[in-house]
């Protein structure tokens, strides 16, 4: 029994060391390959008037969401070639974020209510 213990522990301790050496850039890969799928999954969850994510536990409303959008436009907004140390290869963030919007367009979900800290950004 001490012997399966002791696996696991060295398990979990592999599991979290690799996740401590992954570089910036392995994560800067890892969210240029995700964030399609990211949005989808949002947005299949705002279709199903689901809660978004990080308000799991509170029901379905627009407010959330319109935080939510805010929130991913605001953090992704700045993404760019000299993102990652200037290894950023992908889409840059307003390319990412006219995705998002033309894909909600596409389904007819309402518009984004933008607050002030993306009101300058021409969406």
Not at 66 to 74: A, L, S, T
């Amino acid at each position: 029994m001490r012997l399966i213990a002791l696996l696991g522990v060295l398990i979990l301790a592999g599991c979290s060391m690799g996740n401590i050496l992954r570089s910036q850039d392995d994560f800067c890969q890892q969210l240029n390959a995700d964030y399609r799928q990211s949005f989808e999954r949002a947005i299949q969850r705002e279709l199903a008037e689901e809660p978004p994510s990080g308000a799991l536990t509170q029901p379905y409303s627009r407010d959330l969401w319109n935080d939510y959008w805010n929130d991913r436009i605001y953090h992704m907004w700045q993404i760019g070639p000299e993102s990652c140390n200037g290894t950023w290869r992908g889409a840059s963030g307003p390319e990412m974020i006219g995705y998002m919007l033309a894909r909600r367009e596409s389904l007819n979900l309402p518009e984004i209510k933008l607050d002030q800290r993306n009101a300058n950004k021409n969406l």
